[in-house]
């Protein structure tokens, strides 16, 4: 597979508005993650501390704090091959810089006359060793296209193209290509380098099309995402949709397609989960419990709840703000009393790097084998809990088998109780495409945003 090693640029649209002070707090931002801040924090820190920034400089600054961490192994590439090695820095502010000036060329087409009043002396910041001339030199010099193979490629040549091409880790390229087949490793790689999409849930369920109305009405253009049944995106990118009337009365809730293809996989087949019970025993910030409390309805009941306090705080926030009575957080949650339990397993979050694309350079496969042995315990201990004809729905936000179908795999060895129930059965055909034997995998770009899994497990009777 020919694809180039140099990217296209991004539109213009996309990016928000540059200035120097977007550049100086985009490249802060940088700076603090590669002293070893999570790039959340970081940014969350410049935008608090930069002033006067309008929404379309805080956008930029949000952009390119991304687009730097997403981009390191082939932006570095790009100022070896210009003759700066990223070894030879001697600051922090250095490395960041080079890495800003090379992102500004290659990933938004901007030359010297743009890049230049970003960079330059005396800021945007301080200290550093490079010259003006030397970051003109990476914006304005020949960089060639390396020639393509001759012949077929080994494994190993396929592996380094791609890990350079979209800047993930050798090991996990290397994983991933022991997984997927070239052509899907190439496009989930592609699809987890790039900025992702916003997704939306129409809400109530089944409303999907006088959302979409009542959004057209007020100037927003959005369209329908057929692979899930709720779905929405915006078909433009000014965020005009969170002025909206149509968002403040809650008719929509941000929410990714394949977590909300997890919340689907918690149904029972060909029935509802209207006034039943439903555990999200992982409810993070909330997200899947809103969807389950609007699958439930107002006869039913959602318990929540999280190892987290701080994130469950986050979650009883939502549920308030959304109003639902329905969504209660005890403690401990009594799963025996349940029909469905949401197991949304913490682990290494490989499906969701577009969002968080610093985590791929903290990531080890040592990490992978404890984040396996985490979800085993926990799947463990909720089994050990629910009642005879209950459902668990095994889920994660990682593409790697070690943290699915091994996971479940194990589990239904030790565990002769539990039977696997196919998820999807008797979806229609357009929902289909996230579904992989009996498992929901919800892989980009053939499922629109991050990468998803689920399994179905049901206590047999007896």
């Known amino acids: 597979m020919d694809i180039p090693l140099w990217p296209t640029p991004h539109e213009p649209s996309r990016l928000g508005r540059p200035s120097r002070r977007a550049a100086t707090a985009a490249i802060e931002t940088h700076i603090a993650v590669l002293k070893g801040e999570p790039l959340k924090a970081a940014l969350a820190t410049a935008l608090r501390e930069a002033e006067g920034l309008g929404g379309q400089e805080r956008r930029f600054v949000a952009m390119a704090a991304r687009e730097l961490s997403r981009h390191t192994r082939l932006l570095d590439l790009a100022a070896r091959t210009l003759g700066h090695s990223p070894g030879k820095h001697v600051l922090t502010e250095d490395q960041a810089l080079v890495r800003y000036a090379l992102w500004r060329r290659l990933f938004c087409g901007e030359g010297w006359a743009r890049v230049g009043p970003e960079v330059k002396l005396p800021g945007p910041v301080r200290p550093r060793t490079l010259h003006d001339a030397v970051l003109e030199g990476l914006v304005t010099k020949p960089l060639a296209e390396p020639p393509p193979a001759q012949g077929s490629e080994s494994a190993e040549a396929v592996v380094e193209r791609l890990a350079t091409r979209y800047s993930f880790p050798g090991w996990l390229t290397q994983r991933l290509a022991q997984v997927y087949p070239e052509g899907t490793l190439a496009g989930l790689m ?134 639902l009575k329905q969504v209660s957080f005890p403690h401990p ?87 696997l129930e196919p998820v999807g059965e008797g979806w229609p055909a357009e929902l289909q495409v996230g579904v992989d034997g009996p498992y929901l995998r919800a892989l980009p770009p053939r499922v629109p945003g991050g990468g998803f899994f689920a399994a179905r497990l049901v206590r047999k009777a007896g």
């Not at 999409?197 to 369920?205: G, K, M, V, W, Y």
């Open 190 to 323: 592609a699809s987890l380098d790039e900025e992702p999409s916003l997704h939306f849930r129409a809400r109530p369920p089944g409303t999907r099309d006088a959302v979409l109305a009542a959004l057209a009405q007020e100037g927003v253009a959005a369209e329908a995402v057929p692979c899930a049944p709720d779905a929405l995106r915006v078909a433009d990118s000014s965020h005009r949709i969170f002025e909206s009337r149509t968002m403040k009365v809650r008719r929509l809730q941000v929410q990714d397609v394949g977590s909300q293809l997890i919340v689907l996989a918690c149904l029972p087949p060909g029935a509802t989960l209207a006034g039943l019970t439903v555990a999200d025993v992982c409810a993070g910030a909330g997200g899947k419990t809103l969807g389950l409390a609007d699958l439930v309805g107002a006869k039913g009941k959602v318990l929540a709840g999280d190892r987290s306090k701080r994130r469950l705080a986050d979650a009883r926030d939502r549920v308030r703000e959304f109003g």
């Open 333 to 419: 949650v009594p799963l025996d009393a349940v029909d469905v339990v949401l197991v949304d397993a913490p682990c290494s979050g490989t499906g969701s790097l577009a969002r968080e694309p610093d985590q791929k350079w903290k990531l080890s496969a040592k990490a992978i084998t404890e984040f396996q042995a985490t979800q085993s315990a926990l799947l463990a201990e909720v089994a050990a809990q629910v009642k005879p004809g209950a459902r668990i729905v095994y889920a994660t936000c990682s593409v790697l088998p070690e943290e699915n179908d091994a996971v479940v795999e194990g589990f239904l060895q030790k565990h002769p109780g539990f039977a």
